[in-house]
């Protein structure tokens, strides 16, 4: 069991690494959040200027509480903006408002990763309710029965998990996407200019690196998982 506890040990650097990430999207955020855009427009009228733009009428704009909250619902088709984002002409409000819009005008143009992407978790909702239940009930089967009861249980347990990882790999295309047409859209509807949206790009590509985080994080889990199944499988 030493080899299990060492792995548990190796996935420290990447916690570390995401929290790192976390520190530097609020670093970017904050250093752009205090310098205007020169067009003067506040996050939701450049919002509403980009999805009139782009055909998309069926979308709302509406604030939300808490700290960069920001998101796109797709249920009730309303781009989510945190309330410091919402009524701010910054750059770095503008960037985040953006991306989320990109979001938006993915889904109405039925973009096909993003179609994947909400597939896999809806089913991965479902499965991650079952995970920690068939672990449980493979832990009572290998004192109570036998290993090899239990390695199916587990078998069945490592295929949710990896449907969780497959999940967190199909967001960060998705996102660069987003991100991508953010970008595009801000220039080309005038709301910022070619030396603004360096400092919205600076921006959105830290956010970029959460999900990155997040992919290394879930490949560490997932390698613990695997070697968890190994060293019970040896130790019948």
């Not at 996050?43 to 509406?62: H, Y």
């Not at 005008?105 to 990763?113: D, S, T």
């Not at 309710?129 to 078998?155: M, Q």
Request: with cysteine; charged share 15%.
């Amino acid at each position: 069991m030493e080899l299990y506890y060492l792995l548990g040990i190796l996935i420290l650097p990447g916690i570390i690494y995401a929290s790192i990430v976390q520190g530097r999207v609020s670093k970017a955020f904050n250093t752009y959040k205090t310098v205007k855009a020169v067009s003067g427009l506040t996050t939701a009228e450049a919002c509403k200027r980009i999805l009139e733009c782009a055909g998309v009428t069926d979308v709302k704009i509406v604030a939300t509480k808490g700290h960069l909250t920001d998101h796109y619902n797709p249920k009730t088709k309303t781009v989510n903006l945190s309330e410091e984002v919402y009524n701010s002409s910054s750059i770095s409000a503008l960037g985040v408002a953006a991306h989320e819009v990109g979001h938006a005008i993915q889904h109405a143009q039925g973009y096909k990763a993003l179609k994947v992407r909400n597939v896999l978790v809806k089913v991965n909702n479902i499965c991650s309710n079952l995970f920690w239940v068939v672990i449980i009930a493979s832990f009572f089967l290998t004192i109570f029965a036998s290993v090899f009861y239990s390695l199916i249980f587990i078998g069945v347990a490592f295929i949710l998990y990896l449907l969780s990882f497959i999940v967190s790999v199909s967001t960060y295309p998705v996102e660069k996407d987003a991100s991508k047409r953010a970008l595009d859209l801000l220039v080309q509807n005038n709301i910022l200019d070619t030396t603004e949206v360096r400092g919205a790009e600076v921006v959105l590509k830290a956010a970029a690196q959460t999900y990155l985080a997040g992919i290394i994080v879930s490949v560490l889990y997932l390698a613990r998982f695997i070697l968890a199944v190994f060293l019970i499988g040896n130790s019948d």
